[in-house]
């Protein structure tokens, strides 16, 4: 006899599911509100607008250490091989958001530093995040918004 079909629902349903779809949720927000920034150079907004800025590239902003780091480092901060943070770090170099630099501790190695334009985009991003958060926090309510970060950050340490 073959076992009875288990119920499906479950798969979409689950804690991992719903912290995914916060996390994407969240992040196409900031990257909405970066769009809109008026202190964003108007060619990262328009790439911002036009979807040609994802969550991905967040984690350069996220990621790299405000006095550079090494691409090894930053991509296994951001929890990506160094390859696929190499192609990242290509695409925010031409649109001038980093740059690479020799680094003075290690004449072989090289740095990522943020550029002027990239620092400009990283006062942004904290900016679009606080206003994020606080769109969070209206939707849910403080004591909720709370329970969640104190959660999260629990389960994450």
């Not at 991992?16 to 108007?42: I, T, Y």
């Not at 090894?72 to 901060?77: C, N, V």
């Not at 002027?116 to 309510?141: C, H, K, T």
């Amino acid at each position: 006899m073959l076992n009875p079909p288990l119920p499906d629902g479950w798969r979409q349903a689950h804690l991992g599911h719903w912290m995914s779809q916060a996390l994407l949720r969240f992040d196409a927000r900031v990257l909405s509100l970066m769009a809109r920034n008026e202190d964003v150079p108007l060619a990262l907004s328009n790439l911002a607008a036009r979807g040609r800025l994802s969550a991905s590239h967040i984690h350069i902003t996220r990621h790299l250490a405000l006095d550079g780091s090494r691409l090894t480092d930053l991509a296994q901060r951001a929890n990506m091989t160094k390859q696929a943070m190499g192609k990242l770090v290509d695409q925010c170099e031409a649109w001038g958001l980093v740059m690479r630099q020799d680094d003075p501790r290690d004449a072989r190695a090289r740095r990522i530093v943020f550029t002027p334009v990239g620092l400009a985009w990283l006062q942004a991003y904290r900016q679009a995040v606080a206003q994020a958060e606080e769109e969070l926090r209206a939707a849910v309510g403080a004591e909720v918004a709370t329970v969640i970060a104190i959660g999260l950050e629990a389960y994450a340490a």
